[in-house]
Each structure stands twice: as C-alpha cells, then as structure tokens.
C-alpha cells in the first residue's frame, strides 16, 4: 500500500454520531472497527461527520428488508408508504450498530425508482452523508464545480427539522447531505421527515448474536476505464479527502484479469471511498463484469464492520449467505504464515470459514466477501474486522480476484 495521506495532527479529539451513541459503541471500539483517526474539523473545506444512510433501490423492498432482518440481523425501525400517505414507493429503514440501511422499491409503475430498477438492478442508489453544515458544503461543492441536484431545504415535522441537499457522483449514485441539528436543535424522529416508527415481526432464532456487524467501514465504487483518476480528483477537490492508498500493477492483477485502483477519506476516515477501473487484461475483470450488468458506474460493494468476524460469519451461513470459497492452499502457504504473523484465532479456524488474513505496518485485519447479494452479478458485501491495519487487505487480492474469476467462469462471463 502506497499511504499518499499526511500523518494526522491529535490536535481535535472525534466526537462520537448520534448513531454511534445510540448503538453503545465508543470510541476506541469505533477506532478498532473501523481505522478512526483523529483530525481538525476546522481545517476542513466540506466536513462530514460520517455515514448518515446507504439508500438501496430493490426489485421487491418488502422482501429485501425481510432478507436484512432475517440473514444480517438487521433491525427494522422505520417505514414510508402507502400507508401513511407515500403513494410512490415503499421504504424500510434498517439498523445494525451505527448504519443505517434504506430499502426503497417502486409502488407507482411510473416511479423513477422502477425506471432505476430496471436498468441496474438492485443496487445503492444513495449513499448518504451526515455533515453539520449543509449550506457550508453546497457552497464548497457549487464553487468547485459539482452537480448539485437539490438545494438545501428544511423538512420539518413533529419531530423538529432536517436540512437537506444533494450532489452528483458516479453513475447515478448521488450524495444526500443531512444535517440534523438545525438552529441548535437536533432531530428526534426514526429516520426523516415522512417516516413512521415501524417494528418487525420477524423473531431472532435462539442463539443469535445481538448483532452481526456494528458499523460500515468503506464503500467501493466501480467506474468505466479511464475515469478513476476524474473521480479522486472530485473527492479531493469537492469534498476535501484526502488520498489514502493506491493499488496498480502487479498489486492488483491475476494472470486473466486486472484493475486499478486509489482510495479517499474524509478527515475522520469514518468515510472511505476505494475507487475502481478496469485494466487491459487477457479476460473481463470483476470491474468490467460489474460495469456490463449494472449498466455503468456504481457501488460495488459495502464492507461491514465487525469486531468478531468468526461469530457473524457462522451466524450468516446459518441464515444461508453465502461467500466466496478460497482454496486450502491459501492457508497452507508458508510465506503467508510467516507473513502474518500471530493473530487472535488459530489459523485453521479461519481457513474453517474460509476468512482471509493480512498484515500491514500498522496491523492486521480478518475479512471474508460474499458472493453478489441479487440476480445481477453486481453488489456483494465484505466482513472486516480490524486490528491496528489501516489498509484494505492488499496481501490478499490475488487470492480474492482468483476467487471471483471462479465465480465469473461459472456465470460465462470471464
């Protein structure tokens, strides 16, 4: 890993999110989950205090948020429909930890969200932000030359009011800013303006974990060759990231298939963008598959945050997710085992469940990805659990893209 970022002054500590707080994580939990570092606010030309909702368009929304409850242990806590006057579509708003999770999906034949559907697929549409000042940023973005695609306005009910605004990033995905502290007061509502309270009567099988993943660690986004470049550039220059990694060449290819790829963060690094583009190659790569069947740029996958990555994963397979197989001589390797060191688990317990270990200056991390989620080979989800690493498991992604060219083969799409 090549780190671009400047080393971060101690000089502001990191407030905990209103999410965080209300999920009983701390600081230095948040700080092992997750790489939080500490940084100026004051400095910074767009600050974003972190994850505020990833907003996905479903085929079926009912049955989607019914499979998050069920299989990822998600809890539902808020809804918008027909019932309470959204004649549109229907919105299910799911919790796990500090994320927040929005399956929407289309009620109106005529709703954007179908012509959204029928084009990509199930997918995340929205990948909102909380920042605690929407005006400050909307200005930062209008003079550095973003799309922005809705200006702030106030949404206000019973609850109090939320500023609101949006701008444009890859492919059709946007950024909703949402601050929800407006004029000293803060929004009491589950979700947004236009939501309702709303529980689920799905039961817990005996035994389950309160919680299989406690936070979202990084978002990976796809983009068409030659334009992963345009998009770092529009994270530092709109947004003020800052370049975390950079992974090219040999770093990041197979003997079919090859991309490229650079990482930006926000100050805090609650917020991290790994960027995709495909490389020339003998065969299609994961990046060009994903771009044919999603029909352009888009999130690619969601890496969730756990702090026991053994326990969630035999709780997933469990429920009936499944994950990309690695082969038993990715264990066996001795430069591997002499690579990594000592970690918190045997080794055979990983190559067990077939999680992936690497190691970095700063630490190591356990992670495991599990095969696309829909019908289209497209978003997919990754479980991390950190322990000092910073990075993004660069030791394992030739194991992992093999593990994807198999999965590829099989659909003929390699």
Not at 3 to 28: C, F, G, I, N, Y
Not at 177 to 188: M, P
């Amino acid at each position: 890993m090549t780190d671009t970022m400047p080393s971060q002054a101690a000089d502001h500590a990191v407030d905990l999110t209103q999410q965080e707080r209300e999920a009983d994580l701390d600081l230095d939990q948040l700080k092992q989950l997750v790489g939080l570092v500490e940084y100026d606010e004051n400095t910074d030309v767009f600050p974003v205090t972190g994850w505020d909702a990833i907003v996905f368009v479903a085929g079926n929304a009912t049955q989607s948020a019914h499979y998050y409850q069920s299989a990822w242990g998600m809890d539902l806590v808020a809804y918008s429909g027909p019932e309470n006057g959204n004649r549109d579509h229907k919105a299910f708003v799911l919790r796990s930890g500090s994320i927040r999770f929005v399956v929407k999906g289309a009620v109106d034949p005529d709703s954007a969200l179908a012509d959204h559907h029928r084009r990509h697929g199930d997918g995340v549409v929205d990948i909102a932000l909380e920042v605690p000042d929407v005006d400050r940023c909307i200005a930062q973005a209008l003079k550095a030359g973003a799309t922005v695609l809705e200006q702030p306005t106030d949404h206000t009910d019973e609850h109090g009011t939320v500023r609101i605004a949006a701008i444009a990033t890859y492919g059709e995905t946007r950024h909703t800013l949402v601050q929800r502290t407006v004029n000293g007061q803060t929004y009491a509502g589950p979700y947004l303006p236009g939501y309702v309270p709303s529980t689920s009567s799905h039961v817990r099988r005996e035994g389950q974990p309160k919680r299989l993943f406690q936070a979202l660690d990084h978002i990976v986004g796809n983009v068409e060759l030659g334009h992963m470049d345009e998009w770092v550039s529009f994270y530092n220059r709109v947004m003020g990231f800052v370049n975390m990694a950079e992974f090219i060449g040999d770093d990041i290819a197979t003997d079919y298939s090859a991309l490229m790829s650079k990482v930006v963060a926000n100050g805090n690094h609650r917020v991290k963008f790994p960027l995709n583009e495909p490389a020339i190659a003998k065969k299609k790569s994961q990046i060009d598959e994903y771009l044919e069947f999603y029909r352009g740029a888009g999130a690619q996958h969601l890496a969730v945050a756990t702090n026991d990555i053994l326990a969630s994963v035999d709780a997933l397979r469990a429920n009936g997710v499944e994950f990309l197989d690695t082969p038993d001589s990715y264990y066996e390797d001795p430069e591997l085992r002499e690579r990594i060191g000592n970690v918190r688990v045997p080794i055979e317990e990983l190559q067990k469940r077939k999680i992936l270990v690497d190691r970095d200056e700063d630490g190591y991390l356990l992670q495991i990805f599990t095969k696309p989620l829909g019908d289209r080979p497209t978003v997919f989800f990754e479980l991390i659990e950190r322990h000092g690493s910073l990075g993004f498991g660069k030791g394992n992604f030739k194991a992992l893209f093999e593990a994807i060219e198999r999965e590829q083969d099989k659909r003929g799409n390699l």
